[in-house]
């Protein structure tokens, strides 16, 4: 069984950046695309990075050319680079496959972007 734990977040300004890391337990991580969801207050969880075994990534609308996933499949980690925050960013952030069957989800990671 994967176990995943997020961190990085924190409060920030708009127009900030921060880096979220995902850190992956199992070995069979490696071999799975990954992705990134966001939860916003009183909103469903939706994702919003995705990456590829093959390294292709794919992005919400709603973050595509601010934020880019990455993976470093020696450490069983992958990270999400935010950039240009905005206030609608807020959430909390998970990390888990973007398809199938999920693993057991992560605490996440506050992120707070104020305006």
């Known amino acids: 069984q994967v176990r995943l734990v997020e961190s990085g977040g924190g409060l920030v300004q708009a127009g900030g950046s921060l880096r979220l890391s995902c850190a992956a337990s199992?070995?069979?991580?490696?071999?799975?695309?990954m992705g990134w969801y966001r939860q916003a207050p009183g909103k469903q969880r939706e994702l919003v990075a995705a990456?590829?075994?093959?390294?292709?990534?794919n992005y919400a609308d709603s973050v595509k050319g601010r934020f880019t996933i990455s993976r470093d499949n020696a450490k069983n980690m992958v990270y999400l680079q935010m950039n240009s925050l905005k206030p609608e960013d807020t959430g909390v952030y998970y990390c888990?496959?973007?398809?199938?069957?999920?693993?057991?989800w992560g605490q996440g990671t506050q992120v707070t972007v104020s305006s």
């Open positions: 888990n496959v973007p398809v199938g069957s999920f693993y057991s």
């Open positions: 199992g070995s069979i991580f490696s071999i799975n695309a």
């Open positions: 990456l590829t075994r093959g390294s292709m990534t």
